[in-house]
């Protein structure tokens, strides 16, 4: 069993930055972030490979967010810059033993609690 706990999120004005964290407790093959606006379904953000090959972004947000990770501290980022009121969401930590497919969110063993992003226009 691997926990994942989420921090960074926050309040912001469109155009504006913050930077999530997750921090693992464990090792995890794959890394992920989800979000999930109300009433809409839990969509993939942005992923990561160990390998540190591959990175995956959803095309709403490429050029925007960058997801990096620090494998030594298990600890997954997320940079959200030019922000903007669609972004508004609760972003979740995905980590998997293995490769997934990235968009799947059956395909992800854990989850974090989530961290609620709020940009105001």
């Known amino acids: 069993q691997v926990l994942l706990e989420e921090s960074g999120g926050g309040s912001v004005q469109a155009g504006g930055s913050l930077r999530l964290s997750c921090q693992a407790s464990g090792y995890t093959y794959s890394m992920g972030w989800f979000r999930q606006a109300p009433g809409k379904e839990r969509e993939g953000v942005a992923a990561f490979y160990r390998a540190g090959v591959s990175t995956f972004y959803a095309d709403s947000v490429k050029g925007r967010f960058t997801i990096s990770r620090d494998n030594a501290k298990n600890t997954l980022y997320l940079q959200m810059n030019s922000l903007k009121p669609e972004d508004t969401a609760m972003y979740y930590c995905?980590?998997?033993?293995?490769?997934?497919?990235?968009?799947?969110?059956?395909?992800?063993?854990?989850w974090g609690p989530g961290t609620q992003v709020t940009v105001s226009s």
């Open positions: 995905a980590a998997a033993r293995g490769v997934v497919r990235w968009t799947q969110k059956n395909d992800w063993d854990y």
